[in-house]
């Protein structure tokens, strides 16, 4: 089984929504058994709240179900546990630097680009495309 965490500011829009859309998309290809997926926060800030509405909006608007998300950050436990960490941009790897060890294997930005943060731009339609082109990256690579 493959292990995937996805990692960004907050962990209520870009990671539980890149979450759900490699959920959505391992269940659809009929891998679902292969993946064990989560998202969780680089800070403190929005711990225990749900999926941003604007963000959740957009994944129904797509067909892509969120679940009872609730924000969390990340643990050493969690480095321990995944096989792969991916973070959203160049301030989320910046906390990471602080926060587990440097792993280039392991830990890795999601796409080659900041994956655009709808939190300031609120283009969640820019997001999703960016977050769809990272999870089918990560479907061919496993």
Partial sequence: MVKILFLCHGNICRSPMAQYILQDMVSRSGRTGEFE???????????????????RREMERRGVPCGGHRARQ???EDYRHFDRI??????????????????????????????????YTGDFIRTYEDLVEGCKKILEEF
């Fill in 86 to 119: 991916y973070y959203m941009d160049g301030s989320n790897a910046r906390f990471l630097a602080r926060m587990l060890p440097r792993d280039p294997d392991k830990i890795r930005p999601l796409l080659d680009r900041d994956v655009a943060d709808p939190w």
């Fill in 37 to 55: 997926i989560d998202s969780a926060a680089v800070s403190r800030e929005e711990i225990g709240n749900p999926v941003y509405p604007p963000a």
């Fill in 74 to 76: 990340v643990t050493m």
